[in-house]
């Protein structure tokens, strides 16, 4: 297996480990329904993959005719996403902070699977997500337990598949939801295909870890998609508890 050492004690190599293998194919399971049923739309032929990696769903969403163009932070990565998936373009761009200055037109859809999570920043770069979208944004992230919407703020290890600067703010899934209208987009819902993975399942003594949501620019009826309201998010009360 090639090594690719990014002066951090670790190697791209994770990308490849059994452990990844195993959780993208249950996720792109899922994901590739979703896109084929949107694509019957027709309005599906460029695609953004937002925090690609190495190219593994990149890869998959060339596979289905579908014109993609991968954003990663680090140069490295970019590098052997290049070689990897050549029918794809990448680009290197942090998108935790403004895209103003950067020439990025929107793409009809906006493909961005386990980063929000790892960001100092994730409402902004929800905001960023919104610029780069024209119909449909599907995001996989880690969310908080809780029915609020609030964050956990995480030290991160110092691996590459992690954030840029390993501390990143977790939502809840309020929080996400909240940040997505917030930031523009117009309905928001919960993807309810089973992804056959422990971290999209929630048992006696686990949350769910991981879900998937369609962010859009309109209705989308589909049956495995449940529509989320707008969640409240009232001023911090600082009310002890009194009797
Ligand atoms: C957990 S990996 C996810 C890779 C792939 N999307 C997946 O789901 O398997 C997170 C990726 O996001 C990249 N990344 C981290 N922070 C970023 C940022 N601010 N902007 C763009 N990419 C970032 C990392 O370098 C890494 O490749």
């Given at each position: ?16 480990s ?34 690609c ?54 793409a ?86 089973p992804v ?16 998937i ?19 409240q998010a ?10």
């Amino acid at each position: 297996m090639e090594s690719l050492e990014m002066g951090t004690g670790f190697s791209a190599d994770i990308f490849d480990s059994q452990h990844y293998i195993e959780i993208n194919e249950a996720r792109w399971d899922a994901a590739e329904r979703v896109v084929e049923a949107l694509s019957a739309g027709g309005e599906l032929s460029t695609c953004y993959d937002v925090g690609c990696g190495p190219g593994w769903f990149a890869e998959k969403l060339v596979g289905l005719g579908i014109d993609v163009t991968g954003i990663e932070a680090r140069s490295e990565l970019v590098d052997k996403a290049r070689k990897r998936v050549p029918g794809a373009t990448f680009v290197q761009c942090d998108l935790d902070v403004p895209l103003l200055s950067r020439h990025l037109s929107a793409a009809d859809f906006v493909f961005c699977f386990g980063l929000l999570y790892h960001l100092e920043n994730p409402f902004r770069a929800i905001r960023n997500l919104y610029q780069l979208t024209r119909h449909y944004c599907l995001v996989e992230s880690i969310m908080i337990p809780g029915d609020s919407p609030q964050y956990c703020l995480v030290q991160e290890s110092s691996n590459v598949n992690q954030g840029m600067t390993h501390c990143a703010l977790i939502p809840s899934l309020a929080a996400m939801t909240k940040m997505l209208y917030a930031a523009g987009f117009s309905h928001v819902y919960r993807c309810r295909l089973p992804v056959e993975h422990p971290d999209f399942v929630e048992t006696d003594v686990v949350y769910q870890r991981r879900s998937i949501l369609l962010a859009a620019h309109g209705r989308v009826e589909l049956e495995f998609l449940e529509q989320l309201a707008v969640p409240q998010a009232p001023k911090y009360s600082f009310l002890k508890n009194v009797c």
